[in-house]
């Protein structure tokens, strides 16, 4: 029964943070379009902090609790903010702005928070431990699975902006397949992507800690 309570309240935890964390993530690039001149987002009611608006069943839910109670790195998405790449200010470079703001948020709340966590001190225990190490966990993993450069992950806008113009063709016929394709990788290649995951988590988790202790 102890068991079963620690793993609720672990998984309200991971809920909690990860609909914190979407949110933001994609109110950023709602701002950042609307900043840029475009504003589809705001006529669709995206331009918002209400975690509804922007709630993915799956990426948001269902593949980051499956991924926590199977203890490998939580990550996911949430559904996509629509912009018009046309609207935004810089052309292709504009869009790759609005694309990186919201693994960028991610990327700042889990520095923001391991630096509270530093600021805390390692007495820092139970629930308050859990949202901490929670919160950071997640959030690096959001940025890193985010800025894979396969459509419609937001890494790749930016790969987008850097491709030959053949290669951009290319890209946006893959486009709609996307998140087929992103389905495949989690199943097919789920071992591969826990595997990159925990590297990059652990690197940036490293990175954290001595920019923290210098």
Do not use: C
């Amino acid at each position: 029964m102890v068991g079963m309570t620690v793993d609720i309240a672990y998984i309200l935890i991971v809920i909690i943070v990860i609909l914190l964390s979407m949110t933001l993530h994609e109110a950023m690039h709602g701002f950042v379009s609307y900043w840029l001149g475009d504003d589809t987002a705001k006529l669709q009611g995206r331009l918002t902090l209400n975690p509804i608006k922007h709630i993915d069943p799956f990426l948001t839910i269902i593949l980051p609790i499956i991924l926590a109670l199977s203890g490998m790195p939580i990550f996911g998405g949430a559904k996509p903010v629509p912009f018009n790449p046309f609207n935004v200010r810089w052309g292709d470079w504009g869009a790759a702005l609005v694309a990186i703001a919201g693994p960028l948020t991610n990327f700042v709340i889990a520095f923001v928070v391991f630096g509270i966590w530093v600021l805390l001190g390692s007495p820092v225990m139970g629930t308050a431990y859990l949202v901490i190490h929670t919160t950071v966990l997640v959030n690096l993993g959001f940025f890193i699975f985010n800025m894979i450069p396969i459509t419609p992950l937001d890494g790749s806008r930016v790969l987008y902006a850097l491709a030959p113009d053949f290669a951009k063709r290319g890209m946006e016929a893959m486009e709609r397949y996307g998140i087929i394709v992103v389905f495949g990788i989690v199943i097919l290649a789920g071992q591969y992507l826990s595997s990159f995951m925990i590297a990059a988590i652990n690197f940036f988790l490293t990175v954290f800690t001595g920019i923290y202790h210098l």
